[in-house]
């Protein structure tokens, strides 16, 4: 079946620090893989995405590379700041659509000035 | 702002109680998502609607059940309440009934406790 798991946090950096959180899936198929975002008091919204092996989802400085050999899609910032302090969650669909969305259990990151 | 209005925010309530948590999906999408995120359980897929039609049935309890409205908003009902239940219900839309790395938009959540 399909699964994704992330590393346990809670994650705590200084500012300027930089950030890897750990995804690695399993999956019957060839799925797509999401990593989305929840600030605090707020719902999850998509941070990046990757269709196929070797794409790289980026955005807001946020990088994550499909890694097919190895399972995995690890989340990766050079530096992190305040404001990028919320929880991560790796998640999968297989080609039957977002109602097969998988998620981790999410990772708890924690910003200090 | 996602454009997915949940309500109400916060739910408190007894065991064996019913409730209902509504949601309006963003202006133009079709498809509604339940999602219960619980400590020890992650953030569980429950239930799909596309235009007014099941679509597709997750990890819910015959407890629990849902419906969309012709209006597209849509209802979670939630009966016999255990203290197990006590989770953060969020509700999400999507434009299409879900083409695999579509993205979903999601509301801010309701908060059940049950006490």
């Known amino acids: 079946g399909n699964s994704v798991t992330q590393m346990e946090g809670p994650v705590t950096l200084s500012e300027e620090a930089f950030l890897t959180i750990n995804c690695t899936y399993t999956?019957?198929?060839?799925?797509?893989l999401f990593w989305y975002v929840q600030y605090p008091g707020e719902g999850l919204q998509l941070l990046l995405k990757a269709t196929k092996a070797d794409d790289k989802g980026s955005n807001k400085g946020f990088e994550a590379t499909y890694r097919k050999e190895t399972t995995s899609f690890h989340l990766e910032k050079g530096s992190v700041q305040v404001s990028d302090s919320a929880v991560y969650f790796c998640a999968l669909s297989d080609q039957g659509g977002a109602n097969n969305l998988f998620f981790g259990t999410g990772t708890r990151l924690t910003v200090i000035p | 702002d996602s454009g997915v209005t949940q309500t109400p925010k916060h739910l408190i309530t007894a065991t064996g109680q019913r409730v209902t948590l509504r949601c309006s999906p963003r202006s133009g999408d079709l498809s509604v998502y339940w999602y219960q995120q619980s400590l020890d359980q992650g953030l569980q897929f429950l239930i799909q609607?596309?235009?007014?039609?099941?679509?597709a049935k997750g990890n819910i309890l015959e407890r629990f059940s849902a419906q969309q409205f012709p209006d597209l908003h849509s209802e979670l009902n939630l009966s016999s309440l255990e203290l197990g239940d006590s989770a953060l219900y969020f509700c999400a839309s999507s434009r299409t009934p879900g083409q695999g790395d579509e993205k979903l938009f999601f509301g801010s959540g309701t908060q059940l406790s049950v006490l």
């Open positions: 609607y596309y235009n007014g039609e099941e679509r």
């Open positions: 999956a019957t198929g060839y799925p797509s």
